[in-house]
């Protein structure tokens, strides 16, 4: 099956500072990514979608000058938390949209922990 | 608002088999049905797809009525490894390609 890859899979940052997690689509192109977040015993929060050289569709109350997103090439997708807080701190997920096929699968990556001091 | 419902939470033994139903009365004609699992800190995990009828694979089997409204997911012969949390979805259509709402999901305890 298609396999999708984060960097890194935990970090730990200060207040204040900026971080950068990448999602890369390892066997096949994805025009589209998405970008999810997940806190604890919850469910998954679609972020945003990312469109290969294009600017990313942000969801209703995420803001887009925070969470920066740059999708420069077919395999990869770049979400960077800008001026992190604690209340930041979640587990970030990337999916990647498969288009073969006709069924739009997404395959998602292993997922990020952010943790904020 | 999630265009699914299921059940929040389900137990088994290992050995039996399990059926998640989940209910998408308002899915739409170009809609696939997908269920994902999900055990902790850990991405989803793409289990099956399909379209109406039945799909099966190597780890579970898809039961999609005529009217498509509901969809059963079926594992045979669950262990204890099974225990995860599995989530339905349907695709809402947005720009040309389909976004994942994910709604509360199930959350399934096989126990021994």
């Known amino acids: 099956g298609a396999v999708v890859s984060q960097h890194p899979s935990w970090v730990i940052c200060k207040s204040g500072t900026s971080v950068k997690i990448e999602c890369r689509s390892l066997?096949?192109?994805?025009?589209?990514m998405f970008w999810y977040r997940q806190f604890p015993k919850q469910s998954l929060m679609l972020m945003a979608t990312s469109n290969e050289g294009s600017k990313a569709t942000y969801e209703q109350g995420v803001e887009k000058d925070k969470f920066l997103i740059n999708h420069a090439s077919l395999t990869l997708s770049t979400l960077t938390v800008t001026s992190a807080h604690p209340e930041d701190s979640s587990f970030y997920i990337c999916?990647?949209?498969?288009?073969?096929?006709?069924?739009?699968?997404?395959?998602f990556g292993p997922g990020t922990r952010l943790t904020v001091l | 608002l999630a265009k699914t419902t299921q059940p929040i939470s389900m137990d088994s033994y290992e050995g039996q088999e399990v059926n998640i139903t989940c209910s998408h009365n308002n899915i739409a004609t170009n809609d696939y049905i997908t269920w994902y699992q999900q055990f902790p800190s850990q991405g989803p995990r793409f289990i099956i797809q399909g379209y109406k009828t039945k799909v099966t694979n190597e780890v579970a089997s898809l039961f999609i009525p005529a009217d498509r409204k509901s969809s059963t997911l079926s594992l045979p012969r669950v262990s204890l490894s099974d225990t995860a949390v599995y989530y339905c979805?349907?695709?809402?259509?947005?720009?040309?390609?389909?976004?994942?709402?994910f709604g509360a999901g199930t959350r399934l305890a096989v126990h021994p």
């Open positions: 979805l349907v695709g809402v259509f947005s720009g040309g390609y389909n976004k994942l709402i």
């Open positions: 999916s990647a949209r498969d288009p073969q096929g006709g069924t739009d699968t997404q395959y």
């Open positions: 066997d096949f192109q994805a025009t589209t």
